[in-house]
C-alpha cells in the first residue's frame, strides 16, 4: 500500500471590526471543510482594525487540529499584502524594521502568524469588502456583532 502525504483543504475567511481606531474591536472567522462550517469570533476593549484582522487568521489556524492546506480569503490589504508582496520577509531581513526604519506595528501578531504559517501550508486571497461575498459579509457581521454586544461603554457607576 502506498501512503501519501495528505493535508486537509480549509477554506477560511476572515475579518475584522474596530469601534473608533483604537477602540472596542472584533474579529471573526469562518472554516469551512467539506460540509463543516465553523464559526468563531471575539472581542479586545482597546484594539485597532489591523490588529483584529490579523488575529482572525491566526485564532483560525489556531483552531486547526493538524496541518492543513489553508486558503484564507481576507479583504484586509494590510494582511494580504504583507504576505503576498512578502513585506514580512523585510521586516525579517531588516530587523523587524520598516523601510523607513521604523518598527513594524503589530510585531506580536506578526510572529504568532508566521508561528501557525509553519504548521500549515498558507494561502492568502484578497477578497473585496462589503461586496457581495457570503461569507466575507458573514465574517464582518459576526465581528460587528461582538463588537455591538460589548464594546458598548459602561454607563455611570454608582447607586440611585
Given at each position: 500500500?502506498?501512503?501519501?502525504?495528505?493535508?486537509?483543504?480549509?477554506?477560511?475567511?476572515?475579518?475584522?471590526?474596530?469601534?473608533?481606531?483604537?477602540?472596542?474591536?472584533?474579529?471573526?472567522?469562518?472554516?469551512?471543510?467539506?460540509?463543516h462550517?465553523?464559526?468563531?469570533?471575539?472581542?479586545?476593549?482597546?484594539?485597532?482594525?489591523n490588529?483584529?484582522?490579523?488575529?482572525?487568521?491566526?485564532?483560525?489556524?489556531?483552531?486547526?487540529?493538524?496541518?492543513?492546506?489553508?486558503?484564507?480569503?481576507?479583504?484586509?490589504?494590510?494582511?494580504?499584502?504583507?504576505?503576498?508582496?512578502?513585506?514580512?520577509?523585510?521586516?525579517?531581513?531588516?530587523?523587524?524594521?520598516?523601510?523607513?526604519?521604523?518598527?513594524?506595528?503589530?510585531?506580536?501578531?506578526?510572529?504568532?502568524?508566521?508561528?501557525?504559517?509553519?504548521?500549515?501550508?498558507?494561502?492568502?486571497?484578497?477578497?473585496?469588502?462589503?461586496?457581495?461575498n457570503?461569507?466575507?459579509?458573514?465574517?464582518?457581521?459576526?465581528?460587528?456583532?461582538q463588537?455591538?454586544?460589548?464594546?458598548?461603554?459602561?454607563?455611570?457607576?454608582?447607586g440611585?
Amino acid at each position: 500500500m502506498i501512503r501519501r502525504n495528505y493535508m486537509k483543504e480549509i477554506a477560511v475567511y476572515t475579518d475584522g471590526a474596530c469601534s473608533g481606531n483604537p477602540g472596542p474591536g472584533g474579529w471573526a472567522c469562518v472554516l469551512m471543510y467539506g460540509e463543516h462550517v465553523k464559526e468563531l469570533s471575539g472581542y479586545e476593549p482597546e484594539t485597532t482594525n489591523n490588529r483584529m484582522e490579523m488575529l482572525a487568521a491566526i485564532e483560525a489556524l489556531k483552531k486547526l487540529k493538524e496541518p492543513c492546506s489553508v486558503t484564507i480569503h481576507s479583504d484586509s490589504a494590510y494582511l494580504v499584502n504583507a504576505i503576498n508582496q512578502r513585506w514580512i520577509n523585510n521586516w525579517l531581513r531588516n530587523g523587524w524594521k520598516t523601510s523607513t526604519r521604523q518598527p513594524v506595528e503589530n510585531q506580536d501578531l506578526w510572529r504568532e502568524l508566521l508561528v501557525q504559517m509553519n504548521v500549515h501550508k498558507v494561502t492568502f486571497v484578497k477578497v473585496k469588502g462589503h461586496a457581495n461575498n457570503r461569507w466575507n459579509n458573514r465574517c464582518d457581521e459576526l465581528a460587528v456583532g461582538q463588537v455591538k454586544r460589548r464594546g458598548k461603554p459602561e454607563g455611570p457607576r454608582g447607586g440611585i
